[in-house]
């Protein structure tokens, strides 16, 4: 049951922000309570959508003022539920929507900076980056439709932080609206700033809960003259970790990408996708993904010669270099098209843990290990972002089993990896975010000092509890 606003603010709401910006109706309302994979449903009386930082601001204190939870919404792409407001019986709350504020406000080639609004999809400020023969670096398979804002309150990742950092190094300053309706007026393109505390950190990877962002300046890099890109199969994770190793001393900071892909990943892909085949002529048990940008014509040749090297070494049991952009973007859509995949595969349980580099391959052995006992005949879906150490450690259900009988065990099975995973001295939540999802974990994993602090700043900021309250913090015993 949706509880209601109070009397009169809908249509105050309604009034400030047309007709475009307030949605009550059930059936437009519909797709903004749930998420990508239908695990999280709530209710929200509306969904806000201003179209400006000055409405944003005044829909903000308008609710602020009423008591108003608000829910901030991006592409709503995000996968631990931290977009979807929950049902709260009782008490009223809405969604704040970036989507109308999608303009890119200013491109600076000389400073090497971009603004724009936290509504622009990341695919958008990538191409207007293209545009001006600049690099905007974040890219991820969600890129089409998530939205610049909710990169920046997740702190996303993606393939190419090995050589770039996440969403977190690419911001130089940002525009928030704060849970009372003030603005925090942040959007500094300065690249050395040390005039206080450095606010504008405390609200990239805040997941919504400490204010609604509205526009950011982030940086922009050169384009890379050359790339190239290839697969290479290897036997077990430790050949890949080694082979990552020896990448990074032949061809330096010029590797922007090593993803890992398990076969089983693979051929989930090659089951799933229509049109995606395996680009080698027998099964491997692993793969790496790894792309080279260089600043001369150089790349493919230097990736060439590594991967010839390695066969020869034995580090490597087969390669292929993509010898056209056809080719290249072939081979990053077997990468991108895995979490697809496994959606069209059934129910799927799933870790994005980070442990150091060196331990990826216990991680995977171990893990893997404590699965099969536990989920017999579970499908273990292991790839992700090798050169950070950061393992999308994932599992669909067994063929012909019972969904919602898998997806119970999922507290059993993601407390035993994140054991694990604590065991190596990694993280239980490595890009993704902690949403509805991961909430017990921070009080477990992050408990004492850090979440009494981590507490104490949302309060200081958010003292009613009225930004997307339920997310991210665990709730007080
Ligand atoms: P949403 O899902 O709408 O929101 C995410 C969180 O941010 C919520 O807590 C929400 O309240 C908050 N939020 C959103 N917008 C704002 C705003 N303007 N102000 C304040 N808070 C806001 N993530 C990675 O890091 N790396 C990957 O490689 C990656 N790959 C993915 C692949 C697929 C196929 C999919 C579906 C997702 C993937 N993701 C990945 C997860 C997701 O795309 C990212 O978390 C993305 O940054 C979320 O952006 P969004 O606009 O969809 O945010
Ligand atoms: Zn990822």
């Not at 003030?182 to 959007?187: A, H, I, K």
């Not at 199969?233 to 430790?238: L, R, S, W």
């Not at 991967?307 to 072939?330: F, I, K, T």
Request: proline share 5%; charged share 20%.
């Amino acid at each position: 049951m949706v509880a209601d606003l109070p009397a009169g603010l809908g249509e105050q709401l309604a009034r400030r922000l047309g007709p475009r910006g307030y949605v009550s109706d059930a059936a437009a309302l519909a797709p903004h309570l749930t998420e990508w994979r239908g695990l999280y449903r709530g209710a929200a009386a509306a969904l806000l959508a201003p179209a400006s930082t000055a409405e944003a601001a005044a829909v903000v204190r308008l609710c602020a003022e009423a008591g108003v939870a608000m829910v901030p919404q991006g592409g709503n792409t995000g996968l631990v539920g931290g977009a979807v407001p929950h049902s709260r019986p009782g008490r009223p709350q809405v969604i704040l929507s970036a989507a109308r504020l999608n303009r890119i406000r200013e491109l600076d080639v000389a400073n090497d900076t971009i603004t724009v609004e936290a509504g622009c999809l990341l695919a958008q400020v990538q191409a207007a980056a293209a545009e001006a023969g600049r690099l905007f670096p974040l890219s991820l398979a969600a890129e089409g439709s998530c939205q610049i804002g909710g990169n920046i309150a997740t702190n996303a990742g993606g393939i190419n932080v090995l050589r770039y950092g996440s969403m977190r190094a690419q911001v130089l300053g940002l525009e928030v609206v704060l849970p009372d309706g003030q603005v925090f007026e942040g959007l500094r393109a300065l690249r050395k700033d040390n005039s206080g505390y450095d606010l504008k950190q405390l609200f990239i990877g805040s997941e919504g809960t400490l204010g609604f962002i509205t526009a950011a300046t982030c940086r922009l890099y050169p384009q890379a003259v050359s790339t190239a890109t290839a697969l290479a199969a290897v036997t077990d994770p430790a050949a890949a970790v080694a082979l990552y190793g020896r990448a990074r001393e032949r061809l330096g900071e010029q590797l922007q990408a090593c993803e890992l892909i398990g076969r089983a990943a693979l051929e989930l892909v090659l089951a799933q996708i229509a049109g995606s085949r395996d680009p080698f002529d027998e099964p491997h048990a692993w793969y790496l993904l790894l792309e080279v940008g260089a600043f001369d014509q150089g790349a493919g040749a230097r990736l060439e010669s590594f991967l010839a090297d390695s066969l020869e070494r034995g580090g490597v049991r087969d390669a292929v270099l993509a010898q056209s952009e056809a080719q290249r973007a072939a081979l990053w859509r077997l990468r991108h098209s895995i979490s697809e995949a496994q959606k069209r595969a059934g129910a799927g349980i799933k870790h994005d843990v980070s442990v150091p580099v060196s331990r990826v391959p216990a991680l995977i052995e171990r893990g893997s290990a404590l699965v099969r006992r536990r989920i017999p005949g579970a499908l273990l879906v292991a790839f992700g972002h090798l050169g950070d150490g950061n393992i999308h450690f994932n599992l669909n259900q067994p063929p012909g089993s019972d969904r919602e009988a898998f997806l119970a065990r999922w507290p059993e099975i993601a407390g035993a990896v994140h054991e694990l995973v604590a065991e190596l001295g990694g993280s239980f939540s490595a890009e993704h975010g902690i949403g509805a999802l991961k909430t017990a974990e921070l009080a477990r994993y992050r408990g004492g000092v850090e979440l009494a602090l981590m507490r104490r700043i949302k309060a200081c900021l958010d003292p009613r509890d009225l930004m997307n309250p339920g997310k991210l913090l665990p709730p007080e015993r």
